[in-house]
């Protein structure tokens, strides 16, 4: 079954050190990947997606994500976190159709 | 330019009553979803409108559950009658064509809350 697993639930991390955020997939082929951050209190705001191309990906507020088709992952890394980083993030592919599949989200939590 | 929006945030209802959330896409958007998200789960697929056409439904979990999408405009999402298990929040998101690189646009969603 096709599936998207994001293996961390909860990660916390010192404002100023690096982060990198883990997503692997399960599809018959490479899917359309997306990284979504949802902010207490906001919607779901896209970070980065990758279609194809260059495998390593820029998205907003200093995020990138490379796609590793050998591991089926599409992990998300930022060089040095702030404090307003803290928020879910979810990991989304899409395959032939429209809809996406979501992994279970990732809580990322700031400590100063 | 104004974002996905949904009507309530938040709601609160007892088993066995209605509810009846809200979703107004972005002025233009064809493509109109709906997600849930089960406390501590994945966020799941309900179904995809286009214009006022249900294009998939498949991720509809019962006939408790029913979206319109009037005049291809906003869409509403009824429950009823609810149950506990459908207490989440319900992710709206629009998109603009109907190709596989379009971005899903989401609202804030509306946490339900069924007692």
């Known amino acids: 079954a096709q599936s998207v697993t994001q293996p961390d639930i909860h990660i916390t991390v010192s404002e100023g050190a690096s982060l990198e955020l883990r997503c692997n997939y399960s599809y018959g082929a490479t899917p359309y990947l997306f990284w979504y951050v949802q902010s207490p209190g906001q919607g779901l705001q896209l970070l980065l997606k990758y279609f194809s191309g260059d495998t390593l990906v820029q998205g907003i507020k200093g995020f990138e994500a490379e796609f590793k088709r050998s591991q089926s992952s599409f992990n998300l890394r930022k060089p040095s976190v702030h404090w307003s980083d803290a928020a879910e993030y979810f990991c989304a592919v899409r395959f032939g159709n429209e809809k996406l599949t979501f992994g279970t989200g990732t809580r990322l939590t700031i400590i100063p | 330019e104004a974002g996905v929006t949904q009507f309530p945030s938040h709601s609160v209802i007892e088993k066995g009553q209605t509810v009846t959330l809200r979703c107004d896409p972005i002025?233009?958007?064809?493509?109109l979803y709906w997600y849930r998200r089960v406390m501590g789960k994945e966020i799941k697929f309900l179904l995809h409108?286009?214009?006022?056409?249900?294009?998939?439904e498949s991720g509809m979990p019962n006939n408790r559950f029913l979206a319109e999408r009037t005049g291809g405009t906003y869409s509403t999402l009824k429950v009823q009658p609810a149950e506990l298990e459908d207490s989440g929040v319900y992710f709206c998101a629009s998109s603009q064509a109907s190709i596989s690189t379009d971005t899903q646009y989401f609202g804030p969603g509306t946490r339900l809350t069924v007692l």
């Open positions: 002025s233009g958007h064809d493509n």
């Open positions: 409108f286009v214009k006022e056409s249900k294009q998939d």
